[in-house]
């Protein structure tokens, strides 16, 4: 049986890094990466053999759980009729339905592949739709890895970068420049930036319940704000909900918060563990799109029908017996043990949680409320907190910048090994 230190060698001969995706690196947690055989359920298989209670689901996307039967199901009788064609199938139309069911101030979706090809679409339609090139987005909140939005990115970008430069080479300073950066949860230091550059933005963008410096939701008020600020301005207001779509109810938390965002993004969730995302508004936006109108955007993959399969499948398995209390109610027993067993064993760590994501934040001090207190945290601390409930059995997003979820595969029992794990790693950190 290989190692993951094998394994992680061999990759490293032939994919830059090793991974395919830089947070799997494990750089902001230190070791050695682990390698995936399987899933079933809450639990992965690695391949070392070990079985580990798996919090990060795959991002957030897994929320019925490893190769659930139905999906298996539903994508198997898909693919056995074709995999992809580039041509239109009927399911594309089936899904945007049951998303614009959900979502009363969305007419139409473009279904794409990603979330960073579902934001780099809305940025471009917002831009289309009001001649304007300007975008404010917030530090820390994480839109993908397009070039534009790499400014004080979130996520695994959060490494590089000084906050004010793109968080990578390659991006021209005219592209970084059309970003303009502002605090997550400061409504006034939006109308700020608006006021400075009156007439010249196109649009503000956030992430409604921030997942990309941690789990940090929004203070009463402030998405409100933030909306009637952008449209006061002349400016669109476009809401990432690619990890909170479907997350913590049926439908947007945008519109369960009362809002009304001018474009919207959805992706993890909707599409039940496949490469599918989507990006929607009213249609006199949305029209606005190739081939009706002239913002162009394409993909031969888009609406392939095997991810179509899988996201049919997962919105009506959802809307049949809807989980979100019962996820609450566990990521709440997770928050108030943890957070008992830290403070017993005299560990600066507390869970921040928001309805059914959280993360444990290496600190004693809560509410995390923007970038700036996220970065307070002590990294190495909870990098040795990762790897103490790793080598207790149980998996968590490998940052700290990072949410990790609860999946409907998930059981009370779980939690219990979750909170076990938890209080003996502590004991160990105290």
């Not at 938390?253 to 496949?274: H, Q, R």
Request: proline share 6%.
């Amino acid at each position: 049986m290989a190692t993951h230190e094998d394994l992680y060698a061999k990759a490293c001969r032939v994919i830059p890094g090793g991974v395919d995706s830089p947070v799997r690196a494990f750089n902001a947690v230190g070791g050695t990466p682990i390698f995936v055989a399987s899933g079933k359920g809450a639990y992965l298989t690695l391949a070392d053999g070990r079985k580990v209670l798996d919090c990060c689901c795959s991002w957030g996307a897994m929320i019925l759980g490893h190769a659930d039967p139905g999906i298996v199901e539903a994508v198997s009788q898909a693919a056995a009729r074709g995999t992809t064609f580039g041509i239109a199938t009927p399911g594309e139309a089936e899904l945007a339905e049951r998303i614009v069911a959900r979502i009363p101030f969305v007419d139409k979706v473009r279904l794409v592949n990603s979330g960073t090809e579902a934001v780099m679409t809305a940025i471009r339609l917002a831009r289309g739709v009001t001649g304007r090139d300007l975008i404010i987005k917030c530090e820390g909140c994480y839109h993908g890895h397009s070039d534009g939005l790499l400014v004080s990115a979130g996520s695994g970008a959060m490494t590089a970068g000084d906050g004010t430069q793109p968080a990578s080479a390659g991006i021209p300073t005219p592209i970084a420049e059309e970003t303009l950066v502002v605090p997550y949860n400061d409504a006034e230091a939006v109308a700020a930036v608006l006021a400075a550059h009156s007439g010249r933005v196109a649009a503000v963008i956030l992430e409604p319940v921030a997942g990309n410096m941690g789990c940090v939701p929004p203070k009463p008020g402030y998405l409100k704000a933030v909306q009637e600020a952008a449209h006061a301005a002349g400016a669109l207001f476009i809401c990432d909900e690619v990890i909170n779509a479907w997350r913590f109810g049926l439908g947007l938390y945008s519109a369960a918060a009362g809002l009304e965002p001018d474009i919207v993004t959805m992706g993890k969730v909707i599409g039940g563990g496949f490469p599918l995302a989507a990006v929607g508004a009213r249609a006199a936006i949305m029209d606005a799109l190739a081939p009706t109108g002239r913002v162009y955007q394409a993909g031969t993959l888009s609406g392939n029908p095997v991810a179509v399969a899988a996201a049919i499948e997962t919105l009506d398995r959802l809307a049949a017996d809807p989980p979100y209390a019962r996820l609450a109610a566990m990521a709440e027993r997770i928050e108030r043990g943890v957070n008992a067993a830290a403070e017993r064993h005299g560990v600066p760590l507390r869970v921040q949680r928001h309805a059914t994501i959280f993360t444990p934040f290496a600190t004693d001090t809560l509410p995390v409320t923007n970038l700036a207190e996220s970065k307070r945290c002590d990294a190495a601390l909870y990098g040795r907190f990762f790897h103490g409930m790793l080598d207790r059995g149980v998996y968590l997003e490998p940052s700290q910048f990072e949410v990790n979820f609860v999946s409907a595969a998930h059981t009370d029992a779980d939690i219990d090994l979750f909170l076990q794990a938890a209080d003996d790693t502590f004991a160990t950190l105290g």
